[in-house]
């Protein structure tokens, strides 16, 4: 069913997309251009292969404004209530163990959970919006009425971790500048956090031993990522002429945060991406494969699966049966979910990858980032996806659905299929390294 309506509505995005309300010369989007810009705006990617603010009407970027919204609150609510539903398709005794562990997810219907959900972006959209409008109109050249909606469309995309810009070079404009590049960050931050770690910060902010066992494991390795991001991205290009090498120091700082936390899901640049060097591209497409996390805007395989798999690599290197961590053991279930999504995902990402390197002449590194970034659902780009063949557009389009949906989908599933088999067979070892 969640597919079903992703793909619906991704299909009526599309279609009015290709209308001539939709474009300024009247004729409407190819179908291919279209359906590309119809699926990275309902899947928050942010990828393009049309100029948003020259190519689109009015009527053309409300569309894509809607699609961004939509997508971004439904995948955000949609998680939360296929996580209610995993949980209490258990037994009591589970239901009450999570219940104590974290009350503000499982607890309210979901009238309550739909209404917090809108709260969140209604006020972390509005508050983004009042930062950077007034900015827009002191410091650059837009009348008033162009800062309001540069704000507003900007303030969307960066809480919803789109990515997608009415600027054909993005961020690049606002190089340096510290009092629009950190509201939009700290916005795309909170929006991939994901909605069950947004509510227990809001209500457990000064008491770390009361925070559930997800939210201490996303927000340690959130911290760990990010904080790693942008010392390596930063580090890696602060003498490259190309992108912070030739800025003050204090923008090289701004635009190394910058930079170093949008692969993490938020999809705007405020450097060249395609003049980056080989290592750089290479860091921030780690980055862009493990997203940001659950239940919000971001997409890749999320910190908290990363977590598990790092966590179960370090008690089988400890000798440990079991796998331990902040005072609590993680089910085995969880761990086949995590160990099955992340073998599942990198193994699209390397067959698109394998597909499209066979029908291009772009580089092994140029397409693993488009690839990845579409995945991921981040947006960022070295600049081939507009001159890719349709066909190829339509891979990567199929590609952030199944990086959108897919991995709920698919642990939901895992979720509800597992059950105990009720006879066991003769242990055999293969040989193992």
Not at 9 to 24: F, K, Y
Not at 134 to 144: E, G, K, Q, V
Not at 148 to 171: C, K, P, R, T, V
Not at 341 to 346: D, G, I, N, Q, T
Request: aromatic share 10%; charged share 10%; glycine share 10%.
């Amino acid at each position: 069913m969640f597919l079903l309506i992703f793909v619906s509505v991704d299909l009526i995005g599309a279609l009015l997309l290709t209308t001539p309300l939709a474009t300024v010369d009247g004729r409407g989007l190819p179908f291919h251009e279209a359906f590309f810009t119809a699926t990275s705006a309902l899947a928050v990617c942010g990828l393009s292969v049309v100029s948003l603010g020259r190519e689109l009407s009015g009527f053309g970027q409300g569309v894509v404004l809607a699609l961004v919204q939509g997508g971004g609150m439904g995948i955000m609510t949609l998680a939360s209530l296929l996580g209610t539903a995993v949980i209490h398709r258990f037994g009591l005794r589970m239901q009450l163990t999570v219940q104590a562990e974290v009350r503000t997810l499982w607890v309210g219907d979901v009238r309550e959970l739909v209404g917090r959900v809108l709260t969140i972006f209604l006020v972390l959209q509005g508050l983004t919006f009042v930062l950077i409008t007034p900015r827009m109109w002191s410091a650059y050249d837009l009348t008033l009425p162009q800062a309001l909606y540069s704000g507003f469309f900007h303030s969307i995309m960066a809480f919803n971790n789109a990515g997608l810009s009415l600027y054909d070079e993005s961020f690049t404009r606002f190089s340096g500048d510290g009092f629009i590049l950190f509201p939009v960050a700290f916005a795309m931050i909170l929006g991939g956090i994901g909605f069950p770690v947004l509510i227990e910060l809001r209500r457990r902010l000064g008491r770390l031993h009361r925070w559930s066992l997800h939210t201490k494991l996303t927000v340690t390795t959130t911290g760990i990522l990010f904080a790693a991001g942008v010392l390596l991205i930063t580090a890696m290009e602060w003498s490259n002429p190309n992108t912070l090498g030739g800025l003050h120091w204090w923008a090289r700082i701004t635009d190394g945060f910058f930079t170093g936390v949008m692969p993490r899901s938020g999809g705007f640049n405020a450097v060249p991406i395609g003049e980056m060097q080989d290592s750089t591209l290479l860091v921030t497409i780690m980055l862009m494969f493990v997203g940001n996390g659950s239940a919000g805007t971001a997409g890749g395989i999320k910190v908290a699966t990363l977590a598990v798999i790092f966590l179960v690599v370090r008690a089988e290197v400890r000798a440990h049966d079991q796998v331990h961590v902040f005072g609590r053991q993680l089910p085995t279930e969880v761990v086949r979910q995590s160990l099955s999504l992340a073998f599942l995902s990198a193994t699209a990402v390397a067959g698109t990858t394998l597909l499209m390197l066979w029908a291009t002449d772009f580089t092994l590194l140029q397409v693993l980032f488009e690839v990845v970034s579409a995945f991921g659902v981040v947006g960022l780009s070295v600049g081939i996806t507009p001159d890719l063949a349709a066909w190829n557009q339509y891979l990567l389009a199929i590609l952030m659905v199944a990086g959108r949906v897919g991995p709920i989908t698919f642990v939901t599933a895992l979720a509800f299929r597992d059950r105990q088999r009720r006879y066991t067979l003769a242990e055999a070892r293969p040989i193992i390294g």
